[in-house]
C-alpha cells in the first residue's frame, strides 16, 4: 500500500522558516519525480517544486530562491525548506508522485499540511 505523509506544516511569521517533510512507504520514492503542490483558500491547486529521480530541481517562480527541495533517499522521504515566508505562502502543501508502478500507472497525493504566515 502506498502512503504519502506530509509533517512540519504550522503558523510561523512573515520572514520565518519552515521544513517540511513527506514520508513516503509502499514504494522506493528514489524511483520517482516527487512534486510539492500547495492549494490556497479559494485558488488551484498549484505545483511548488519538482525533484526527479536523479536529483534535477525545478521550482514555480513564486517561490524561487527561497524554498529548497531535496530528498533522503534511505529514509524514503522528500522535504522542503521554506524562507523567508510571506503571507501569500499560506496554503495547505501536499506531496505528490505519479508513474509507472508495478501494479500501473498511479497518481498519489498525501493528505495535506496547514502553512499559515501571519504575525
Known amino acids: 500500500q502506498v502512503t504519502l505523509v506530509e509533517s512540519g506544516g504550522g503558523l510561523v511569521q512573515p520572514g520565518g522558516s519552515l521544513r517540511l517533510s513527506c514520508a513516503a512507504s509502499g514504494f522506493t520514492s528514489s524511483r520517482y519525480d516527487m512534486r510539492w503542490y500547495r492549494q490556497a483558500p479559494g485558488k488551484e491547486r498549484e505545483l511548488v517544486a519538482v525533484?526527479?529521480?536523479?536529483?534535477?530541481?525545478n521550482y514555480a517562480d513564486a517561490v524561487k530562491g527561497r524554498f529548497t527541495i531535496s530528498r533522503d533517499n534511505a529514509k524514503n522521504t522528500m522535504y522542503l525548506q521554506m524562507n523567508n515566508l510571506k503571507s501569500e505562502d499560506t496554503a495547505v502543501y501536499y506531496c505528490n508522485v505519479d508513474g509507472d508502478f508495478a501494479w500501473g500507472r498511479r497518481d498519489y497525493w498525501g493528505q495535506g499540511t496547514q502553512v499559515t504566515v501571519s504575525s
Open positions: 525533484i526527479g529521480s536523479v536529483g534535477t530541481t
